[in-house]
């Protein structure tokens, strides 16, 4: 497979954007839209150009390589498109990732990343166990290693780690509370609830879609905690530091314009229907040119 790498040569200093340019967020698939309306929520004037590769999701189960590369592809992607910030809502790519790209885009073109929030599970735990679920990608980053090591590991806190390639493909199909899927999340979370965890660390972006599931399964027996606000406060805090925070209230804009790599917009139009809220205006359509 060849991907497309960001373009060899970037203008140093890189031209700064202007303030109305929009927010651009990529992920494997449309799970990181639970990310983009935090951001809209948070951000009510920004627009918002969503890069979904539906054409390689998911991404838990590729080599590294594959996975830097396919990210590389669409940041190199959404800064064609003039964004003013890319937000990889992805923690698989997120994991292996963010390095290079910050390096290569340099300050004018800021790369948002994402990290499972072990760190307020940590803080709140009753009782000195919790899980994160995440793909098996993101447990070989080192993201979340450090996170381990910085605040679970001086707290005392256990954490058990949970992995399944069978939840996102669900999210993607609009099937997240099918029986298949109820299945599959009692399986694989049946046994942390029986070693004592409180609080489960949702770690990639699909899995907020299916917090009802996991909710009518064990009720509170597990608090669920994920990234989108914290994402959200980030990706202000930049705009505002870089006085690039649009101030311009419009309510003709569209909200979330989604492109698709996988050519399969007029499939997934109905499951956005049922993801994004009424409030927040969005299209989507099929990438002509990846």
């Not at 651009?24 to 449309?30: A, L, M, R």
């Not at 918002?48 to 590369?69: K, L, N």
């Not at 790369?111 to 000195?128: D, E, M, N, R």
């Not at 994402?231 to 311009?248: E, G, M, P, W």
Request: glycine residues 6%; proline residues 6%; hydrophobic residues 45%.
């Amino acid at each position: 497979m060849a991907a497309v790498q960001p373009i060899t040569e970037v203008l140093h200093p890189m031209p700064h954007a202007s303030s109305d340019a929009p927010i651009g967020v990529f992920d494997s698939g449309i799970g990181g839209l639970s990310i983009a309306q935090e951001i809209a929520r948070h951000l009510p004037n920004e627009r918002i150009i969503y890069y979904a590769d539906t054409a390689h999701v998911p991404y838990g189960a590729r080599s590294d390589q594959e996975i830097r590369e396919l990210t590389a592809h669409a940041i190199e992607w959404l800064y064609r498109q003039g964004c003013k910030i890319a937000v990889v809502a992805c923690n698989t790519a997120s994991a292996f990732s963010l390095d290079y790209l910050r390096e290569h885009y340099g300050e004018n073109f800021p790369i948002v990343g994402l990290v499972p929030a072990l760190k307020p599970a940590v803080l709140q735990t009753q009782s000195k166990v919790v899980a994160v679920l995440a793909t098996p990608a993101t447990f070989r980053g080192r993201l979340i290693k450090d996170v381990m090591m910085k605040f679970a590991e001086p707290a005392g806190v256990k954490v058990l780690t949970v992995t399944s390639l069978e939840l996102v493909p669900f999210v993607e199909a609009g099937q997240q509370m099918s029986d298949a899927c109820l299945s599959v999340l009692r399986q694989i979370l049946q046994p942390v609830v029986d070693q004592g965890a409180d609080f489960l660390v949702l770690g990639c972006t699909h899995y907020p879609f299916l917090k009802d599931a996991i909710h009518q399964i064990f009720a509170e027996k597990l608090k669920l905690i994920d990234s989108g606000q914290a994402v959200a406060r980030q990706t202000a805090y930049i705009l505002i530091k870089n006085r690039l925070l649009c101030d311009k209230i419009s309510h003709n804009i569209t909200r979330i314009e989604c492109f698709v790599s996988g050519q399969n917009a007029v499939e997934l139009e109905p499951v956005l229907q049922h993801l994004i809220p009424e409030q927040l205006t969005w299209t989507i359509q099929d990438l002509v040119e990846v």
